[in-house]
Structure formats: C-alpha cells, structure tokens
C-alpha cells in the first residue's frame, strides 16, 4: 500500500543543503504532530568559533561622525524622534537651527552643545519633567547667538586685528614681564615680580595677587575671576541677543552659565591654557604640517634623487678617473639652479608689482586707535605700557609696515640688545619704505594691497 504522506511532508524530514537547518525544524516538527509519523529531525548545528569572532558586531568609532550624529541625535532631537515614530530619519540640518554658514563646523558645535547639555542640563532638569521644549529653547538662543557672532566677525579687519591688536597686546605684556624680573633681580629688596607685573599692567579680574600660604587671596582671586566672565558673557548677550531673548532671565542665566563656566572657564582657562595643552596643541600643529608637506614633496624628492643620481653617474662615470671632471660638473649644475632661482625671484617680483594696480584697495578701518597726545608731530606712534583706551575715538589707517607685529617681533628676540646694528637698519629702511620716494610701504600702496 503506497504511503498517503504528502511529498512536501516526506521531503520535509531531511533538510536540504540549500535550506537553512533553524528554518526547516518548525515545519517538521509541525508536519509530524499532524499525520502521526514519528519523524527524525536534525538538530542545529552551530557555527565554529571563529565563525562567531567574525559575526561579532565591530565597535564603532567614538570619534566618527555616525557615532557623533548618533549623539547629537540622542540628546538634541529626541523630542522629534518620539514625534517621528517609524519614520525614515530627517537630516541634522533639517531638525536643528543652523549655527553658521558651514555644516561641517555645525557637527562639531552641536556635538559639543549635546556634551554640555546631557552632562550638566539634563541631570538636574530630567529629574523635575520630561519635556525638551526647555533644550530645544536652549539651542536657539544658542543658534541665534553663534549667528550673530559670525556676522560680526566678517565686518572685523582681520589684518588690523591678528598683525597690530594682538601683538601690540604680547608686546605690552612681554614688556611688563621682562621689566618685573629685572626690578626683582636688581632689588635689594625682597619683592614678588608678580605684584610689580600688576601693578604695571592692573586687571581688576587677576586681583589680588594669589599667595601660597595665603588662602583668602586665592578665594579672592577666583570669586573676581568668575564675576569677570560672568560680565563679559553678559555684555555679550546683550550684543547678540534680541531684546525679546533678553526678557527671558531664566533662558539667559543658564546660557550665560554654559558660557562663563563650563566653555570659557572650563575648556579654556582650565585646559587650553595649561602648558601641557599648550604644547600638544604645538606638537599636533606640527605633525599635521610635517604630513602635508612629506605628502606634497615625496614625488619631487624622488624624482630629484633620482635626476641627481644620474647626474652624478654619468659624471663619474666606469671609466673616468680625473676628479677636476666632476667638480666642474657640480659647479655646472650649481650656477644652473642659482641662475633659475635668480631668474624666478626677479620675474615674480615684477608681476607683483605689475599686478598690484590692478588689486582691490584696503577695506577702511572699522575701529582702530588714534594717535594720542605723545604722539610726534609726523605721525610717529609711541606706546607707554598700557595703550590708552580713550583713543579709540576716529579710526586711522595705519599701514601694514607700521603695524605692532614688527616690534613685537623685535622685542621678543631682543633685537636692540643682541643686534642694535640690525634694529637700526631695519628701521631706517622701514622710514623709507614709507616717508621716502614713492611711498611704497605706505597706506593702499604696493605692500598694502
């Protein structure tokens, strides 16, 4: 008697190989419990272990930018991903208020906003409710701020700022420094060059001077710090913020906090101005430009070995034996590359100043110093240690050759004491670069533009 059993279900006791085991257990166990045949079923058979080791989920990079929008997501949006549901997820940009005019640079400040809010905002707010209407308020005052900052920064003289303001600040304060050291050292008297260092340059927010065994200035010293900032955050806001943001005391408290403390108190005063942050930024600075420049000059300096190999080859030579022969070739080449060289500096030195009609003339001065009452009457400038800050009245355009950087620079390699010969050199081609013939380092001329 043929066998009433299905071929599905006969076939269905035997896996094929095409077929995965896990898949075919539940149907034969199913087909058996419904004819009554006893069926043999094979059991799983498990992957080997190093099957395992390489189906094991490798960790993501915590410094990626799927781990960093994962994180920005996590802490800025989740009100949108509980509004979302199953959706396909939207866009940072889209969710988010823009923070600048580049999205890269917005990634890392949104990061850093999330790092700030989850660890010193939603500690304490999540334990009194759920809602993130109070976060998402935070980031657009945030927004709003970063925005308004970013177009004042394009109205600034970036060339007045980084080569006259900022060295003209270093100098002052090398001066101060190098003049306390000197009156310590000269003193027969015992003194502390940190107080004579402020009292030439006094900062109500670094007073009193912090003593060792002093407690009470310490504290004194740290309470005025943190009013300082506290103040500076506060005129800032005043700035950026419109008046309806302003209202708020709640919103611009916290905001003013997450400036003061946690971003300028504690990235920057307690970390980026540590030596040793100080000279790993140096050293990461330094790799990064010794990998560019080994990038860019591995070719040529391939090719050159190679060139001068064979230069060198064929003028020594199997067979030759006479050394004049190949000192002469070497002094061949040499004169060769120097009279490229020479050739090249001459011809860029006349299409720079071919070209320089034709460049764009200098932006004028926003907010620059005047000369003040010591001032010579040709216009000299002269600077006491501390500039006087009533002189930002009329702005003056000072050229590139007069700016602070070039006696900064002199002062910080000791120029007049080393070298006086040099000092008094550079000076005096400096006055004539700019009063002589011409005008050349003047205001708007050659150098300028």
Not at 174 to 191: D, I, K
Not at 274 to 294: F, K, N, Y
Not at 319 to 327: A, D, L, R, T, Y
């Amino acid at each position: 008697m043929a066998s009433t059993t299905p071929r599905f279900i006969q076939n269905s006791a035997v896996p094929t190989p095409a077929t995965p085991v896990n898949a075919t257990i539940e149907p034969t166990l199913l087909t058996a419990s419904r004819s009554g045949t006893p069926v043999r079923t094979a059991s799983p058979r498990l992957p080997p272990s190093s099957n395992l080791r390489n189906a094991r989920p490798v960790p993501a990079d915590a410094l990626s930018n799927k781990a960093t929008i994962a994180l920005i997501r996590r802490v800025l949006c989740a009100q949108n991903a509980a509004d979302r549901g199953g959706s396909a997820p939207a866009p940072i940009e889209k969710l988010l208020p823009p923070l600048t005019s580049r999205n890269d640079v917005d990634l890392q400040l949104y990061a850093l906003i999330s790092i700030v809010i989850r660890d010193y905002v939603q500690t304490w707010y999540t334990k009194i409710t759920p809602d993130e209407t109070f976060v998402a308020e935070i980031v657009q005052i945030i927004a709003h701020c970063t925005r308004s900052l970013e177009q004042r920064l394009r109205e600034v003289d970036l060339e007045s700022l980084l080569l006259d303001e900022l060295p003209e600040l270093l100098d002052a304060h090398v001066r101060a420094y190098r003049t306390a050291r000197t009156s310590v050292a000269r003193s027969p008297v015992e003194t502390n060059h940190h107080e004579i260092y402020h009292s030439l340059c006094p900062l109500p927010a670094l007073s009193p001077v912090p003593k060792r065994d002093d407690p009470r200035s310490i504290q004194s010293q740290a309470d005025n710090e943190v009013a300082y900032r506290q103040l500076l955050v506060q005129g800032l806001l005043a700035l950026l913020l419109p008046t309806e943001d302003l209202e708020n005391e709640c919103l611009t408290s916290l905001v003013g906090q997450i400036f003061s403390e946690l971003i300028i108190g504690n990235l920057f005063i307690n970390k980026l101005s540590e030596p040793w942050m100080l000279w790993e930024v140096l050293i990461i600075l330094t790799r990064l430009a010794d990998r560019g420049s080994s990038s860019d000059t591995s070719g040529s300096r391939k090719s050159g070995s190679t060139t001068a190999s064979e230069m060198d080859g064929a003028a020594r030579g199997p067979g030759s034996k006479q050394p004049w022969g190949s000192s002469i070739s070497r002094g061949f080449w040499s004169l060769i590359q120097w009279g490229f060289l020479a050739v090249s500096l001459i011809r860029a030195f006349i299409t720079t100043i071919a070209l320089s009609r034709s460049l764009p003339p200098r932006p004028p001065p926003i907010a620059t110093r005047t000369l003040g009452s010591k001032d010579h009457v040709d216009g000299e400038k002269h600077y006491d240690l501390l500039p006087d800050h009533h002189s930002f009245e009329t702005p003056v355009k000072v050229p590139i050759a007069q700016f602070s950087l070039w006696p900064c620079l002199a002062n910080l390699l000791e120029m007049d004491v080393r070298m006086p010969w040099l000092g008094a050199t550079l000076s005096l081609l400096q006055w004539g670069a700019m009063r002589g013939p011409g005008k050349v380092a003047g205001y708007d001329g050659i150098v300028d533009r």
